[in-house]
Protein backbone atom coordinates (compact mmCIF):
# COMPACT_ATOMS: atom_id res chain seq x y z
CA UNK A 1 0.00 0.00 0.00
CA UNK A 2 1.07 3.57 -0.59
CA UNK A 3 -0.37 6.54 0.97
CA UNK A 4 -0.93 9.66 -1.43
CA UNK A 5 -0.18 13.29 -0.33
CA UNK A 6 -4.53 13.43 0.29
CA UNK A 7 -4.25 10.82 3.18
CA UNK A 8 -5.69 8.14 1.12
CA UNK A 9 -4.18 4.42 0.49
CA UNK A 10 -3.79 2.92 -3.10
CA UNK A 11 -2.03 -0.02 -4.23
CA UNK A 12 0.87 0.21 -5.28
CA UNK A 13 1.23 0.55 -8.97
CA UNK A 14 3.27 -1.84 -11.20
CA UNK A 15 6.67 -0.37 -13.12
CA UNK A 16 5.37 -1.76 -16.10
CA UNK A 17 2.77 0.90 -16.21
CA UNK A 18 5.15 3.41 -16.22
CA UNK A 19 7.55 2.44 -18.40
CA UNK A 20 4.84 0.89 -21.02
CA UNK A 21 2.87 4.87 -20.54
CA UNK A 22 6.73 6.60 -20.75
CA UNK A 23 7.72 4.70 -24.39
CA UNK A 24 3.92 4.71 -25.88
CA UNK A 25 3.58 8.31 -25.15
CA UNK A 26 7.30 8.99 -26.42
CA UNK A 27 6.56 6.86 -29.48
CA UNK A 28 2.87 8.77 -30.11
CA UNK A 29 4.64 12.25 -29.81
CA UNK A 30 7.02 11.25 -32.78
CA UNK A 31 4.87 9.50 -34.92
CA UNK A 32 6.28 5.88 -34.77
CA UNK A 33 2.63 4.53 -33.91
CA UNK A 34 -0.78 5.90 -34.75
CA UNK A 35 -3.52 7.00 -32.07
CA UNK A 36 -4.99 4.02 -33.02
CA UNK A 37 -1.80 1.73 -31.81
CA UNK A 38 -1.55 3.74 -28.97
CA UNK A 39 -4.89 3.45 -27.65
CA UNK A 40 -4.95 -0.45 -27.78
CA UNK A 41 -1.86 -0.15 -25.80
CA UNK A 42 -3.11 1.90 -23.05
CA UNK A 43 -6.46 -0.02 -23.49
CA UNK A 44 -5.11 -3.21 -22.53
CA UNK A 45 -2.53 -1.80 -19.77
CA UNK A 46 -5.86 -0.63 -18.08
CA UNK A 47 -7.37 -4.48 -18.60
CA UNK A 48 -4.66 -6.16 -17.79
CA UNK A 49 -2.55 -4.24 -14.51
CA UNK A 50 -4.91 -1.50 -13.55
CA UNK A 51 -8.03 -2.62 -13.79
CA UNK A 52 -7.64 -5.70 -11.60
CA UNK A 53 -6.15 -3.54 -8.40
CA UNK A 54 -9.35 -1.05 -9.03
CA UNK A 55 -7.91 1.98 -11.10
CA UNK A 56 -8.99 3.18 -14.28
CA UNK A 57 -6.69 5.20 -15.98
CA UNK A 58 -7.13 8.62 -17.01
CA UNK A 59 -4.75 10.61 -20.66
CA UNK A 60 -5.69 14.04 -20.94
CA UNK A 61 -3.95 15.31 -24.60
CA UNK A 62 -1.73 18.48 -23.97
CA UNK A 63 0.69 20.47 -26.57
CA UNK A 64 3.32 18.24 -25.05
CA UNK A 65 1.54 15.38 -25.55
CA UNK A 66 -0.38 12.95 -23.37
CA UNK A 67 -0.32 13.25 -19.58
CA UNK A 68 -2.13 10.76 -17.31
CA UNK A 69 -3.90 10.13 -13.68
CA UNK A 70 -5.69 7.21 -11.76
CA UNK A 71 -8.81 7.28 -10.68
CA UNK A 72 -9.74 4.89 -7.97
CA UNK A 73 -12.79 3.15 -9.17
CA UNK A 74 -14.10 2.34 -5.18
CA UNK A 75 -13.60 5.73 -4.07
CA UNK A 76 -13.18 8.00 -6.92
CA UNK A 77 -10.07 10.04 -5.78
CA UNK A 78 -8.02 11.05 -8.87
CA UNK A 79 -4.27 11.36 -8.40
CA UNK A 80 -1.83 12.37 -11.42
CA UNK A 81 1.08 10.23 -12.41
CA UNK A 82 3.91 12.53 -12.29
CA UNK A 83 7.17 11.55 -14.42
CA UNK A 84 5.08 9.81 -16.55
CA UNK A 85 4.70 10.87 -20.33
CA UNK A 86 6.38 11.89 -23.71
CA UNK A 87 9.12 14.24 -22.17
CA UNK A 88 10.20 12.30 -19.51
CA UNK A 89 13.68 10.23 -19.58
CA UNK A 90 13.61 6.33 -20.44
CA UNK A 91 13.94 4.09 -17.10
CA UNK A 92 14.52 1.51 -18.99
Do not use: C, W
Not at 7 to 20: E, H, L, Q, T, W
Not at 23 to 29: N, S
Not at 51 to 60: F, N, S
Amino acid sequence: MHITPYGKSMKAVPDIVRVVLTQAARMRRSGAISDLVFSAQIERLEREELAPRGYHLLVYDTANGPTFSLKATATGVVLPLVGIGPLERSII
